[in-house]
């Protein structure tokens, strides 16, 4: 997805992937993580296989994320969100309030937690009453959201099954302070591989998925570093033209 695209041009792609179908009229928050890693020359990103039993894309790859719980913005963090991609959270197409922001960036630290078996944060005391959050706690390990970067926003086109505002945030593997050997609890992703960016473009993949994959590449070739406040694409459907704009 490049440019802008005609409702029915997006129907058609996300009728080849089994999505279409009645769902929400609202989209749901929900936070993405992708994880990072320099090999030689090239840039790597975790992505890993959905469960063939699921009912929504099974077997397709994706990254790390889920359904953001607002709960998780009550969570202790060591550092708080760069001031600048904290303002890239807020902005775009509806209202978004820093305890919102702040709960989509936790949920997909959880989510990479819960689907990956990786805690990303820093060492120190943390506590939490909420069981998602215990192997923090036990671990020593302080989510921390200071090195998140925000690489796009997507809200899934309506008539889908399932509607998400999604935001892909992306963080280095080096934040990641634990990895668990059996994985996460979930057990939603299976076959967890790094693969360069160039051939993950190339996995059986969702449209979207492919389109993020593409802006990190652009983004990762003009800033190798990730700044804070990086151009962020914000994918979204706009009087019947699925439309990429920046914010």
């Known amino acids: 997805m490049t440019g802008s695209q005609s409702k029915a041009e997006v129907d058609a792609a996300d009728a080849r992937e089994g999505i279409l179908g009645p769902g929400p009229s609202r989209p749901r928050d929900a936070g993405t993580l992708i994880l990072i890693d320099r090999k030689g020359g090239d840039f790597m990103v975790l992505m890993g296989r959905r469960h063939t039993r699921h009912v929504f ?6 990254f790390p994320g889920g359904r953001t719980d607002p709960t998780d913005s009550r969570v202790a963090v060591t550092s708080s969100l760069h001031p600048n991609e904290e303002a890239k959270l807020l902005a775009g197409a509806g209202r978004t309030s820093l305890a919102r922001a702040r709960a989509i ?28 959050w215990q192997a923090f706690a036990e671990h020593g390990v302080c989510p921390s959201l200071a090195g998140l970067r925000m690489i796009a926003r997507a809200i899934t086109p309506p008539g889908r099954v399932r509607r998400f505002d999604t ?54 070739a003009e800033d190798p570093e990730l700044s804070p406040g990086g151009p962020t694409p914000f994918y979204r459907m706009v009087r019947n033209t699925f439309r990429r704009e920046i914010i």
């Open 57 to 62: 894309m099974p077997g397709k790859f994706v």
């Open 105 to 132: 960036a936790l949920s997909a630290v959880r989510e990479t937690y819960e689907e990956a078996g990786l805690l990303i944060g820093e060492r120190g005391q943390f506590t939490s009453g909420r069981a998602e």
């Open 167 to 220: 935001r892909f945030l992306a963080a280095w593997r080096d934040s990641v302070v634990v990895e668990l050997p059996d994985g996460g609890p979930t057990n939603e992703l299976q076959e967890l591989v790094w693969l360069p960016v160039r051939q993950a473009k190339e996995a059986d993949i969702p449209d979207i998925t492919r389109s993020i994959l593409g802006e990190l590449e652009s983004r990762l």
